[in-house]
């Protein structure tokens, strides 16, 4: 999936109605879409329809996440957003763990797993392979499920698979739903 190139046929394309796409809006997608794990040769209408169905929840993560910070506010990042607008009920909550992840000195008692996780993402921001992208990513779950958990972090390991289901999207089997669902 070329971003720019998606990016601009889906903004110019009248048919698909989408308005204005940008590369983050295609960054998020792709993450969505489950490029992290495996690189399908998605065509440009499977790529609208995601786009359609996730809009809402990318353009959540867009929000929460609009400031640019090295290593902290990637495609990996911002599609734990997308599928916690989705999964989760207290979007204050998901709100709140983005909001003190990208602005640490907010942070305020009780707001461990988004500083831990600020920490390792600031740290690892110079590595881009695939591998510790993925890392990255679900470590970005479990932090945010053990905050929505009020769990106590000391140390972050990644999360065993998909946390924050899609709408539509089956269990996977052996995991335990998501923090809060939606109701």
């Known amino acids: 999936m070329k971003t720019r190139e998606d990016a601009d046929r889906m903004t110019l394309d009248?048919?698909?109605?989408?308005?204005?796409v940008t590369k983050h809006h295609i960054a998020v997608l792709r993450v969505l879409m489950g490029s992290l794990i495996h690189s399908f040769p998605y065509t440009y209408e499977q790529k609208v329809n995601a786009m359609r169905r996730y809009r809402e929840g990318i353009e959540f993560s867009l929000l929460v996440l609009?400031?640019?910070m090295r290593g902290v506010t990637g495609g990996g990042t911002r599609a734990v957003a997308a599928r916690a607008f989705y999964a989760?009920?207290?979007r204050e909550r998901v709100e709140r763990f983005f909001h003190v992840l990208t602005a640490p000195?907010?942070?305020q008692r009780g707001d461990g797993?988004?500083?831990l996780l600020f920490k390792h993402l600031i740290q690892e921001s110079e590595s881009?392979?695939?591998?510790?992208?993925?890392?990255?990513y679900l470590k970005t779950e479990r932090a945010l499920d053990a905050y929505i958990r009020d769990e106590k972090v000391t140390r972050l390991y990644a999360a065993p698979g998909e946390l924050f289901?899609?709408?539509g999207e089956?269990?996977?089997?052996?995991?335990?739903?998501a923090a809060i669902a939606a109701q």
């Open 14 to 20: 009248e048919d698909a109605g989408l308005g204005k």
């Open 66 to 68: 609009r400031y640019r």
């Open 88 to 90: 989760v009920g207290d």
């Open 105 to 107: 000195e907010d942070a």
């Open 113 to 115: 797993a988004p500083l």
């Open 128 to 136: 881009g392979t695939r591998a510790a992208t993925l890392e990255k």
């Open 165 to 167: 289901l899609l709408p």
């Open 170 to 177: 089956p269990m996977p089997k052996g995991m335990r739903p």
